[in-house]
């Protein structure tokens, strides 16, 4: 895989809790963000539940401009994203299934408002596990267990967040070892860091294309000791 981010839900996990933290990880800024989530992974019998959950919550979502009370989330920031969305969206249609469709603006005059869209099933080869989409785009996939789960997140060649829902001493532990990811988070939403505030891990593919931020982090951290 080498689209955005993953989170692994287990079977022992708050699924309330874990399905509010996906939909602000993939939703949040539009989806336009390096950390966003792209895929959650969802283990075992709590596949349909979770699923359930965030189609439920992600249909109230309602995008429109910042300065409304009424939005959720913002516009996209310009035509060509609205594009890349829809193309991205339309790619996945043959590989996923489609259980939120993406809303589009009828006209230009509108502005780049776009709704989030679900896609369930989806598979590593699908589409939206393979291409990076700067949008509210999130699929939804199967693993049989635990160790399953952190196989698959693992297998992103950006490998730049991972977040991790779960109550299991065992689970937790094995993340924390196996995950091979810039940065890991326990029982928290993986987007929204912010550089020089806290250490900003990476991974893989990530090694190259952030590495201006661990060097601007660690510029502020020398002038701070200085």
Known sequence: MSGKNSIIVDDDADLD?????TMASAFGFSGQNCTACS???VVGSVYAALLEKLIDAS?????GPADSP?????PLINAKAVASAKSVVDSCMGDAKCVLPMKFPQHPDEGFFVSPAIFADVTADAAIAREECMAPVLGVMRAGSFDEAVAIANRS???????VYSRSPRNIEFAKRRLRSGNVQINRK???SRVGRRPVGVFGRSEKRDSWKLEIYQSQMAEQQG
């Open 59 to 63: 249909s109230a979502i309602r995008p």
């Open 70 to 74: 009424a939005t959720t989330v913002g």
């Open 39 to 41: 895929h959650v992974i």
């Open 157 to 163: 060649t950006n490998a730049h967040w991972v977040g």
């Open 190 to 192: 993986i987007t929204l």
């Open 17 to 21: 809790e874990a399905a509010q933290a």
